[in-house]
């Protein structure tokens, strides 16, 4: 999961920060699960453990183990994935770490990660949400506990639509009905922002035609781009883009929706995350403008079920090497089980998406959380393989792909092109 998703939480006024127990550089041994005095180290991500949430865990935890000290450590996103795989190689690694949804197969492969497998019963798995659970299983075996996800919806101008008399539409052939009229409402105005390489969105429509980015084949990885589904859901991206202004060659970063394009006006809609749309609020404020969004999730092509969406969220693994295995998988049933994520989600106010339905926030009525709490039951993630990180690495081949198509080329030889690299990177 990337850093500004963590920032969703900020919108709500989560962004608290969980107290270090120490300086996490002790290399003396840890006791066992045996006897005598014990310490568990977990660590989580900056911005993902409210404070108080946190404390009502341990303090769980300690009644039932009496003695054992619970040492949380909070990491930066920043160089994470360097840090994770050293303190994996060591004899004193932290017992529990959050780790992000789509880099869980990679330590897991490299044996860095207890297999939790056999303790599915205890962890709660059944139920967990099925599209969170893909990405902490590999091959078949359990190497995490899923902890939280969010994904995008549309966000919409209220007044646009209501001027144009556009509802928020369930189906894709309403979506692009309803754009016509807010082209032919406001002519000055931009229907849908929406840039030419806003893959993980793209990445919905190959899901939403039955195909995928990348499938394993034997024991090799090819990618799907060239494919016809892959095709069709490039040819209903271009549809969209065509209602936009937007750089064909660009991501939504480059410019940042939310903060540099929303606020100067003329986007009656655009897709994000929760921090984007907090983000868009913010800086209109301090432009002197009002927001009014609505939000709705990604229309499907029927009426009865949404647009798949990514799921980006985190995992909560134990270390294969900790000294305190049994202690770790307690505190992580504990931590990922639905009375402590029920009270999760509460705290975090529906900005982030709960391991399983039952312990969902009840969100306001026509709020962000709400329009991404329905979308979420249709989530997905990326391939789950080790390699898959290479395929993002920039330059990415996806979006180079989407380019390429959305500037007049053939999809199936945009898609051949792209297919060759990500199954170079995918296989490293």
């Given at each position: 999961?990337?850093?500004?998703?963590?920032?969703?939480?900020?919108?709500?006024?989560?962004?608290?920060?969980?107290?270090?127990?120490?300086?996490?550089?002790?290399?003396?041994?840890?006791?066992?699960?045996?006897?005598?005095?014990?310490?568990?180290?977990?660590?989580?991500?900056?911005?993902?453990?409210?404070?108080?949430?946190?404390?009502?865990?341990?303090?769980?935890?300690?009644?039932?183990?009496?003695?054992?000290?619970?040492?949380?450590?909070?990491?930066?996103?920043?160089?994470?994935?360097?840090?994770?795989?050293?303190?994996?190689?060591?004899?004193?690694?932290?017992?529990?770490?959050?780790?992000?949804?789509?880099?869980?197969?990679?330590?897991?492969?490299?044996?860095?990660?207890?297999?939790?497998?056999?303790?599915k019963a205890t962890l709660?798995?059944?139920?967990?949400?099925?599209?969170?659970?893909?990405?902490?299983?590999?091959?078949?075996?359990?190497?995490?506990?899923?902890?939280?996800?969010?994904?995008?919806?549309?966000?919409?101008?209220?007044?646009?639509?209501?001027?144009?008399?556009?509802?928020?539409?369930?189906?894709?052939?309403?979506?692009?009905?309803?754009?016509?009229?807010?082209?032919?409402?406001?002519?000055?105005?931009?229907?849908?922002?929406?840039?030419?390489?806003?893959?993980?969105?793209?990445?919905?429509?190959?899901?939403?035609?039955?195909?995928?980015?990348?499938?394993?084949?034997?024991?090799?990885?090819?990618?799907?781009?060239?494919?016809?589904?892959?095709?069709?859901?490039?040819?209903?991206?271009?549809?969209?883009?065509?209602?936009?202004?937007?750089?064909?060659?660009?991501?939504?970063?480059?410019?940042?929706?939310?903060?540099?394009?929303?606020?100067?006006?003329?986007?009656?809609?655009?897709?994000?995350?929760?921090?984007?749309?907090?983000?868009?609020?913010?800086?209109?404020?301090?432009?002197?403008?009002?927001?009014?969004?609505?939000?709705?999730?990604?229309?499907?092509?029927?009426?009865?079920?949404?647009?798949?969406?990514?799921?980006?969220?985190?995992?909560?693994?134990?270390?294969?090497?900790?000294?305190?295995?049994?202690?770790?998988?307690?505190?992580?049933?504990?931590?990922?089980?639905?009375?402590?994520?029920?009270?999760?989600?509460?705290?975090?106010?529906?900005?982030?998406?709960?391991?399983?339905?039952?312990?969902?926030?009840?969100?306001?009525?026509?709020?962000?959380?709400?329009?991404?709490?329905?979308?979420?039951?249709?989530?997905?993630?990326?391939?789950?393989?080790a390699g898959w990180a290479?395929?993002?690495?920039?330059?990415?081949?996806?979006?180079?792909?989407?380019?390429?198509?959305?500037?007049?080329?053939?999809?199936?030889?945009?898609?051949?092109?792209?297919?060759?690299?990500?199954?170079?990177?995918?296989?490293?």
């Amino acid at each position: 999961m990337k850093r500004k998703l963590i920032a969703a939480v900020g919108v709500v006024g989560m962004m608290v920060g969980v107290a270090a127990c120490g300086n996490g550089g002790d290399d003396k041994p840890k006791s066992d699960a045996s006897g005598g005095a014990k310490e568990i180290t977990v660590w989580v991500m900056d911005g993902s453990a409210p404070k108080a949430w946190i404390e009502q865990v341990n303090k769980e935890f300690s009644a039932k183990h009496p003695g054992v000290t619970v040492k949380v450590e909070e990491q930066k996103w920043t160089g994470i994935q360097e840090k994770v795989t050293t303190a994996l190689s060591e004899n004193t690694p932290p017992d529990v770490l959050e780790l992000g949804n789509t880099q869980t197969a990679g330590y897991a492969v490299t044996g860095g990660l207890a297999d939790l497998t056999k303790d599915k019963a205890t962890l709660g798995a059944d139920a967990w949400q099925k599209s969170m659970l893909a990405s902490a299983e590999v091959d078949g075996k359990l190497y995490s506990a899923p902890w939280y996800a969010a994904n995008r919806v549309v966000v919409y101008d209220k007044k646009a639509y209501e001027k144009a008399g556009v509802t928020p539409p369930k189906t894709r052939d309403e979506w692009i009905a309803g754009l016509e009229k807010l082209k032919a409402s406001d002519p000055s105005a931009q229907p849908i922002y929406l840039p030419g390489q806003s893959w993980y969105i793209l990445a919905g429509f190959i899901w939403d035609e039955g195909g995928d980015l990348a499938v394993k084949d034997g024991g090799k990885w090819k990618g799907q781009l060239s494919t016809p589904q892959a095709a069709a859901a490039m040819d209903f991206y271009k549809k969209l883009q065509s209602y936009s202004t937007a750089p064909k060659d660009k991501d939504e970063a480059t410019p940042q929706q939310s903060t540099d394009i929303v606020p100067k006006g003329g986007v009656s809609s655009w897709i994000g995350l929760g921090w984007e749309a907090g983000g868009a609020e913010k800086a209109l404020k301090d432009a002197g403008k009002e927001a009014d969004f609505g939000y709705f999730p990604i229309p499907g092509k029927t009426a009865d079920k949404s647009g798949t969406v990514f799921l980006g969220g985190s995992n909560l693994a134990v270390a294969e090497r900790s000294k305190n295995k049994e202690l770790a998988k307690e505190w992580l049933a504990l931590a990922t089980g639905k009375d402590q994520m029920t009270k999760y989600a509460a705290e975090v106010k529906g900005a982030l998406l709960p391991n399983q339905v039952g312990a969902n926030f009840t969100p306001a009525a026509g709020s962000f959380a709400e329009a991404m709490a329905k979308a979420g039951l249709n989530g997905k993630i990326t391939p789950v393989t080790a390699g898959w990180a290479n395929v993002e690495t920039e330059p990415n081949p996806i979006k180079e792909f989407m380019t390429k198509v959305l500037k007049g080329e053939d999809a199936a030889k945009a898609g051949a092109d792209a297919d060759k690299e990500i199954a170079n990177r995918i296989n490293k």
